[in-house]
């Protein structure tokens, strides 16, 4: 059995897949939702982004500096349109979902921020975004340094020592290590840390057939990956695709490591029985 790579209905994603440098991460991020959403209309989220981004410019010639043009953002963002973070919000996997973030104002850090970049560059702002250490974050570049945007905390915004000093501080590494992780961040980069954030969410809820798209996508992104292709396996029994199952975990036993093998052996035997069941 065969397993679709090629995502013939994702454009974004699969410029993603092919290295393109030309992408663009706001449709990305709803084709990753449409996952957990198959009829989502993405002109609805994309619409919204517009708007926002022409409220934004009409207060920009207002801001006298580049924090206050970033508090315009978080004003219009947070402050008329409730956008903001949750605790709650990391037990749930419409929180890493743009259009969902858009819906209900509630999100996680980095699908706040990819809402706060979209609305930021298409007013003109080039917001990016920063997947600094257990936070992720977006920046600006400024004459006097770069600027950053908590969007999780009500739209912050941070010089570069108040943002590495409270990085330092909530994650415990030193300075060093914390300066090389605020640099923008490369679109597959963000992808993959939504798609981490949504597997460890739907693997812990046991909802596999939401885990089998996520999946899949990561097996795509990192195609010489054991752990991905084996992580793969398990989702495919879990979400009753007993055949692709055993073919993967054939796969798998064929290159793996003495302590993965009665666990992969144990979970064939299982998909085995599984798919004689059905016929």
Request: glycine content about 6%.
């Amino acid at each position: 059995m065969t397993i679709d790579f090629e995502f013939q209905n994702d454009h974004e994603f699969r410029k993603l897949l092919m290295r393109s440098s030309n992408v663009d991460l706001t449709v990305l991020a709803l084709e990753l939702a449409r996952d957990g959403q198959p009829d989502l209309d993405f002109d609805h989220t994309l619409n919204w982004i517009s708007r926002r981004a022409d409220e934004v410019r009409s207060h920009l010639t207002r801001a006298r500096n580049d924090r206050a043009m970033l508090r315009e953002l978080s004003k219009c963002l947070y402050g008329t349109h409730g956008l903001h973070g949750d605790k709650e919000a990391f037990h749930r996997s419409e929180s890493s979902y743009i259009n969902r973030v858009i819906e209900t104002g509630v999100g996680i850090p980095i699908s706040l921020s990819l809402v706060y970049v979209a609305v930021a560059q298409n007013a003109g702002v080039e917001l990016e975004g920063v997947a600094a250490p257990m936070h992720f974050l977006s920046r600006l570049e400024t004459i006097e340094g770069p600027l950053f945007v908590d969007a999780f905390h009500q739209g912050e915004v941070l010089n570069y020592d108040e943002c590495c000093s409270w990085l330092e501080s909530l994650s415990g590494l030193d300075s060093e290590q914390i300066e090389s992780a605020l640099e923008p961040a490369k679109p597959r980069d963000i992808v993959i840390r939504m798609l981490n954030n949504l597997k460890a969410v739907q693997v812990k809820q046991e909802c596999w057939e939401q885990a089998w798209h996520v999946q899949r996508r990561l097996s795509a992104l990192h195609p010489g990956s054991f752990d991905q292709r084996r992580d793969l396996a398990l989702v495919a029994l879990k979400s009753n695709r007993p055949g692709l199952a055993i073919d993967l975990l054939e796969g798998c036993l064929k290159s793996c490591t003495a302590l993965d093998r009665p666990i992969l052996q144990a979970h064939l035997l299982v998909a085995e029985k599984v798919l004689a069941g059905m016929n």
